[in-house]
């Protein structure tokens, strides 16, 4: 098996007796891989230091090298099989978040110079497009198709960039009778200088979380390939890690927000997919890929509760906005005339005064509630969005009691389609509030509307 594998598919399953080395030293190991979980164990009857809070590793099987990332200790045994002479058996066992599997070597630095996504859902999303259509005809022709093969290439951030390509393979044998030209696309990641070569599973997370909210799914992910420099030769790694996408899916998905970048049919109505929108995400100080990495999170929830809390505190934190009683100059001179008081007629130390006017300045800026900064995020909609939508300002505030309700542990009666459908709304204005922080332009996307799912 060990010869036969030269790359590792996300769908599939794989099973791997592997050495773990310190110094000089070799242990018998085992590397499994699942869509649902991946499992490191090893096992000696000699001492060795990995021990519980390790976090990393590095394993091989001669031929290959298996760099694994995001070790949680799940097992620990030691066991006594004889006393004289003494013979022990160490055993430890992990669950492991990523395994960057290496033919031959890893990097020699340590880094790598780009990611490819090989997946179905990337298909969809970028859709039928005249790119491809000039392939078509450039194939047809026997022209060269190499100068098309790019959709599109746009900075992601200061050093990095991102873009759609497409893979041209051609075969032909007169001995099995077929001729033949494909070109899959595939999202590419090309590092610059920054500082995440050397861990391209928390690039590929932010790019599956921004996929996942764009398509309005779990992205079906067969492959992501890993390219690298090994003494001036171009070699191929592979990532694997935990697969969602294997979850049942309905038949009718489709792309939320489709790339709509040089379709061939535009029949969707909707604007393209801004590059600019990439670099504010990518932006080493930006905060969407956070935001989207929760919103993932909390929409693969099962419970319908959890998920509208959740929606609730994204669209909540986006909206939250606050208007002064007391004007910043006018504040300052109240709160010096109070803090004199409370000095003059309390016995209060001076952290605890300190504290009293920490208390005054936050509920001075505290003038809008929840359903006040909510209301306004609505009515900041383009008329089209709210009415097709369908939200409310009554029906804002049934939502935030109930939310209210919930959070405090009150007792509530709701049917379970009204508790949906109530989630579906709060889901669908954090969908726009998400498209706002990335810089789309809401007018021109409001047929978006007609693309959203109540669940």
Request: charged letters at 20%.
């Amino acid at each position: 098996m060990f010869d036969t594998v030269k790359e590792l598919e996300l769908h599939k399953e794989y099973f791997f007796e592997v050495f773990y080395r310190e110094g000089n030293s070799g242990y018998a190991a085992t590397l499994h891989l699942t869509p649902g979980l991946i499992k490191f164990k090893v096992t000696s009857e000699r001492d060795f230091s990995l021990s519980w809070d390790a976090t990393e590793a590095r394993c091989d099987n001669h031929r290959n090298v298996f760099l694994l990332k995001g070790l949680y200790c799940v097992g620990v045994k030691s066991v006594v099989i004889n006393h004289m002479p003494y013979v022990g058996l160490k055993e430890i066992e992990f669950t492991v978040e990523s395994v960057i599997f290496c033919p031959n070597q890893p990097p020699q630095n340590g880094v790598f110079e780009s990611i490819d996504i090989a997946s179905t859902t990337i298909n969809e999303w970028v859709g039928y497009t005249t790119t491809q259509q000039k392939i078509f005809d450039a194939s047809y022709n026997r022209e060269d198709v190499e100068p098309l093969l790019v959709e599109f290439s746009t900075p992601a951030n200061e050093h990095d960039e991102i873009g759609v390509r497409y893979n041209a393979t051609s075969r032909q044998s007169h001995l099995l009778y077929e001729h033949g030209f494909t070109f899959p696309p595939s999202l590419f990641y090309l590092f610059g200088s920054g500082g995440h070569v050397a861990d391209p599973y928390s690039t590929y997370l932010r790019i599956y979380n921004l996929l996942a909210f764009l398509t309005g799914t779990e992205p079906s992910v067969q492959t992501v390939t890993l390219n690298y420099d090994l003494y001036g030769y171009r070699q191929k790694g592979y990532l694997y890690c935990m697969n969602n996408s294997l979850k049942p899916k309905r038949s009718d998905l489709y792309a939320m927000f489709p790339l709509g970048m040089n379709p061939r049919f535009d029949d969707w109505g909707i604007a393209p997919f801004p590059m600019s929108s990439f670099e504010l995400y990518f932006n080493p100080e930006s905060d969407l890929p956070d935001f989207l990495e929760k919103y993932v999170k909390y929409r693969n929830m099962a419970n319908v509760e959890d998920r509208l809390l959740g929606y609730f505190r994204l669209l909540e934190k986006h909206s939250y906005n606050r208007k002064y009683y007391l004007s910043e100059g006018l504040f300052v001179r109240f709160s010096r005339l109070a803090k004199g008081w409370v000095k003059g007629n309390t016995s209060l130390s001076a952290k605890q005064i300190k504290s009293f006017e920490g208390g005054l300045k936050r509920f001075n800026g505290q003038k809008y509630n929840t359903e006040k900064c909510l209301s306004d995020f609505l009515s900041s909609l383009p008329e089209s969005i709210q009415k097709n939508l369908g939200v409310t300002k009554d029906l804002l505030s049934k939502i935030c009691t109930l939310r209210n309700n919930i959070t405090h542990a009150n007792k509530y009666n709701i049917e379970d389609n009204k508790l949906h459908l109530f989630a579906a709304h709060v889901h669908h204005l954090l969908i726009f509030a998400t498209l706002e922080k990335l810089g789309v332009v809401l007018a021109d996307v409001t047929n978006i509307t007609n693309r959203l799912r109540n669940y």
